[in-house]
Nanobody, 120 residues
Framework: QVQLVESGGGLVQPGGTLRLSCAASGSILSISAMGWYRQAPGKQRELVAITTSGGTTNYAESVKGRFTISRDNAKNTVYLQMNNLKPEDTAIYYC??????????????WGQGTQVTVSS
């Protein structure tokens, strides 16, 4: 059983910063990609940022230049540094990991989500 544990959400004023963390644990042989998604009330879940095992990163246009995704492979942990936060960044942020399990099957697991609220 693989689990993702997220942390770092909270309430911040516009222009503020937050850092989200997501740690994967369990029977993981390898991780191919780790990413962050978000879902605002009444909207569909959308990709925020993703990083692959090859070092490739991709960002949503709305967060480019403000958010940075990084990864600690030794800890199976992905981070999302969020700077210059805006009210429209308010959402539940979910971590997603694509990995190979103990039988080398490709799997996907989601975290439980962490609330980010940007408000004055």
């Amino acid at each position: 059983q693989v689990q993702l544990v997220e942390s770092g959400g909270g309430l911040v004023q516009p222009g503020g910063t937050l850092r989200l963390s997501c740690a994967a644990s369990g029977s993981i042989l390898s991780i191919s990609a780790m990413g962050w998604y978000r879902q605002a009330p009444g909207k569909q879940r959308e990709l925020v940022a993703i990083t692959t095992s090859g070092g490739t990163t991709n960002y949503a246009e709305s967060v480019k230049g403000r958010f940075t995704i990084s990864r600690d492979n030794a800890k199976n942990t992905v981070y999302l540094q969020m700077n210059n936060l805006k009210p429209e960044d308010t959402a539940i942020y979910y971590c997603k990991t694509n990995y190979k399990d103990s039988r080398w099957f490709s799997r996907t697991v989601w975290g439980q989500g962490t609330q980010v609220t940007v408000s004055s």
